[in-house]
């Protein structure tokens, strides 16, 4: 999905794709300083090799590295992992690094509150060496530069070692060359290029693409025959409907440009006929009678950007503190099936969600994720049955929160009060850790339609280099669908420490009523093989063996079909191996020559290393009325002064260049 989505972005070479965070950015409310340890082997087969497949398939041309620490070292300022990234992957763009990741002042934690202080760093300066990010081979640093500036001020006063300073230079050429190469692909140094047209977009086009992605992505999760309903009498809504939420609102904040449809205006405008009435209250007499007789009962729950997304302290966003419902959303529940069996519960997440409070007490749950400016409409379209659901879950919905991870494994190594700001990261959770050993809920892949599949003749043989899989699918119902088909890999027999389960491939295919496809698939070798620990020299082993090859709708072994492939022993490279470039600091001598003094870039220290520091403002400004009013009020008259200050400008130049025609004249 990576892949396919950097391809969309860079397909006509306008816009360059950024392929973000790298590496092993999965906690957010410690990630300016927490350190994923992990062995080698889970680093490679659990974590780079989803990198090593946008890499490979797709060539962003732009990666951003993240803030946290990967085996102790900084995931943006160490040369084994841009190394990796560049040598190994292959990847010839340019590298970044997160908004503000070199300051120390954030890493350090100094400004981010109580949370802050459970940096190892807190308090600390010189953490981060000024040219670490040009030796580790790391092109920008955003939003503007502090260590490489502090680097390129100290090689042209020849103030470090000789061979410090030249490495320098030798760095900063290295990533003049690969800006500048980015930029000459994609026309942006051409003398002809445009610099003022603006982008104009076609919002009816788009809106009718983000329907189909929201429409194509709700998962129906579960239906007692109750859906669809093309035609009711009345319907009830409850909970958030008339909000819709997009999600984060952080650096991935969705901001519309077209229409936008919260759920309880999308279901009244589909049952048009019918009696729809927001119901607020369940005490009032009237709204509680109305939810029993209805036809049946739609509760809109979950979560938004204060719950889950990007963490801005003190309070927004962050890790999730459970993976159940509100428990005020549960009571909601709760109360609502107690008045009308017919109760479809609507869930808004970012993730999966715990069910099993409510789970037999409705007929329906449905699972939106953050479905786009148009989530109304899709839901309503879908259970009007005007469109057949055919999004699949992209994780597993446990039981309980336990089963998730192996035993042991701290659940909230993020919260202050469980903090450990060096959690070891297991090497398989979720569906891999759970498959054929725990019961969940819902497994991978999961997600019901309004009509049925049926899977037969499913063979795999062995090609060049390749296993090539083909199943018979049918549409055995009485709609026509969309479905997902999926395949997974075992080795059962394998005497290699390798993951229990992968997802090998899938593909979305049309079927019509009564309609049957061939569906093919081929599968290379080399995504079957594991990290070779042993070896431990980038190098990946498929161990001869018997490989399972699992077919079917979602990762549960009574529902998928079975076959096998013998496949010889094999031994597999990075793509990006046959590169020789090296980021690690040159030794080789060299004669610095200072270069003169107007020539020089002022070394320039950020607010962390000032007396006054002005995010320590901006942090106080946060918790503090008073002085959030008095920053507004001074920000405002500083960019009052900077426009009459440029009009001032732009009439005396007026004026002179008035003076200069007429005397010309």
Known sequence: MGTALVRGVQQNQTVMATVKHFLANNIENTRWWVSAEM???????VYLRAWALVVADSSPELVMTSYNRVQGKWAFADPKFIDILRNDLGFDGSIMTDWFASWEAITGGMILGEVGKTSPFYGSKGFIGSNSLYNAGVDMEMPFCSKNRDAVAQAQACAGSGAEDCNTFRKLNAATRR???SKLRYGLVSESRNHTSRISWDNAKYDRLILQAAQEGIVLLKNDNLLPKEKVRSLAVLGSAEVLELGDHGSSAVKPSGR?????????GKYQEAAVQMVEDLSNASQEAFVQSADFVVVDVGFNFTFEGEFIPPATGGDRQYLTLHPHDQHLIHKASNLNQNVVV???AGASVIVEDFVDKVKGIVWMGYPG?????????I????????GRMPM????????YLPHGTSLAPWALQTIDVEPTYPYSHGFKHMWQRTEARYPFGWGLSYTQYKYSEIAATLAAGSVQVVVQVANVGDRAGLETVQVYATCQACRRKRLPIVLAAFAKVALDVSETKEVKFVIELKDLSAYDAEANDGSWFLESNEYQILVGPAARDDLLLQ?????????????????????AAANTECQCVPEAYGMRIKAWSLPDKSPVDVLLVFAWARWNEAMTAVCGVAFACCFILLCLFCLQRRAGRKVVEEAREKKQS
């Open 39 to 45: 062995d080698e082997k889970t680093l490679h087969d």
């Open 179 to 181: 800006i500048l190469r």
């Open 260 to 268: 936008l449809v919260n759920v309880l205006d999308g279901l009244t």
């Open 346 to 348: 609507v869930i808004t």
């Open 373 to 381: 400016p148009l989530g109304g409409v899709a839901l309503a379209n």
């Open 383 to 390: 259970l009007a049955g005007h469109v057949n659901p055919s």
């Open 396 to 403: 597993i919905t446990p039981k309980r929160a336990e089963d």
């Open 563 to 583: 076959t096998s492939v013998e496949i010889s022993q094999q031994t597999f490279q990075y793509p990006g191996r046959a590169r020789a470039e090296t980021h």
